[in-house]
Nanobody
Framework: QVQLVESGGGLVQPGGSLRLSCAAS????????IGWFRQAPGKEREGVSC???????WYAESVKGRFTISRDNAKGTVYLQMSSLKPEDTAVYYC??????????????WGQGTQVTVSS
């Protein structure tokens, strides 16, 4: 059973940084595409970034140049380094996984997520 645990969220000031972690439980991350999504209050969930099993990446235009996704298969963890954070980045962030060769997962279920709040 594919289980992912998100962590690393918190309260940060505008312009600050956070690193989110997505840890795999019960399966080997190596062959999975991983995606980060987010949902802000009153808004639809949106894709933020993805990384394929072989390291190809995708970013939403709104986070390009500010967020970096990476993976450490040995640790079974995918990271989302977020810098130059803006209030509009405030959301619950979710990671998802799918065993596909594409950059982004195609079929998945949602976890608990981790809250990111950008505010002064």
């Amino acid at each position: 059973q594919v289980q992912l645990v998100e962590s690393g969220g918190g309260l940060v000031q505008p312009g600050g940084s956070l690193r989110l972690s997505c840890a795999a439980s019960g399966f080997t991350l190596d062959y999975y595409a991983i995606g980060w999504f987010r949902q802000a209050p009153g808004k639809e969930r949106e894709g933020v970034s993805c990384i394929s099993s072989d390291g190809r990446t995708w970013y939403a235009e709104s986070v390009k140049g500010r967020f970096t996704i990476s993976r450490d298969n040995a640790k079974g963890t995918v990271y989302l380094q977020m810098s130059s954070l803006k209030p509009e980045d405030t959301a619950v962030y979710y990671c998802v996984a799918d065993r596909v060769p594409t950059v982004c997962p195609l079929k998945f279920s949602w976890g608990q997520g981790t809250q990111v709040t950008v505010s002064s």
